[in-house]
């Protein structure tokens, strides 16, 4: 639990069994760098949203399992993994046009390949293409991520 909780309000009205004022106390909550958050807002309203219909548990203990949370949005979507499809994209045709020349001169395919990835633009090429690819699997782990 960190520092401010343990010395909060908030934490003081829960002991007490003080819920009806809980809300007010979520609504505190909402500051960041000295400055108020409108994620936090959000949060700290979908908090106290989740407060008040905690009223409605079953005498079991048992309640209505909470919504399964959504990504923000698809990895279509994603301008960093788009940008990560361009960027790779550019690469793969960069090293394509060094490498298809000296395939082509050469008097077999794998002696040109070989040949052709000595070069520093096409070893270039190849390391921005796995970038980019790490980059869209980073972002595409986090939105999967959120969505879990």
């Known amino acids: 639990m960190g520092w401010a909780l343990k010395k909060s309000t908030l934490l003081k009205r829960v002991n007490a069994k003080r819920f009806d004022d809980v809300p007010a106390e979520f609504m505190k909550?909402?500051?960041?760098?000295?400055?108020q958050l409108a994620g936090l807002?959000?949060?700290?309203?979908?908090?106290?949203?989740?407060?008040?219909?905690?009223?409605?548990?079953?005498p079991d203990g048992s309640r209505v399992q909470p919504d399964q949370p959504v990504a923000s949005k698809s990895i279509a979507k994603s301008k960093e993994a788009n940008a990560a499809v361009v960027a790779g994209g550019a690469?793969?045709?960069?090293?394509?046009?060094?490498?298809v020349p000296v395939i082509q001169d050469a008097n077999s395919a794998l002696t040109g390949a070989v040949?052709?990835?000595?070069?520093?633009?096409?070893?270039?090429?190849?390391i921005a293409t796995l970038a980019c690819i790490g980059i869209w699997y980073w972002r595409k782990r986090r939105l999967d991520e959120e969505a879990a």
Do not use: D, Y
Not at 91 to 99: D, I
């Open 91 to 99: 690469s793969v045709v960069a090293a394509a046009r060094e490498v």
């Open 41 to 58: 807002v959000r949060r700290r309203r979908a908090e106290v949203e989740m407060w008040r219909s905690l009223s409605g548990i079953e």
């Open 115 to 126: 040949e052709a990835l000595g070069r520093p633009a096409v070893f270039m090429a190849i």
């Open 29 to 35: 909550w909402t500051r960041g760098g000295g400055r």
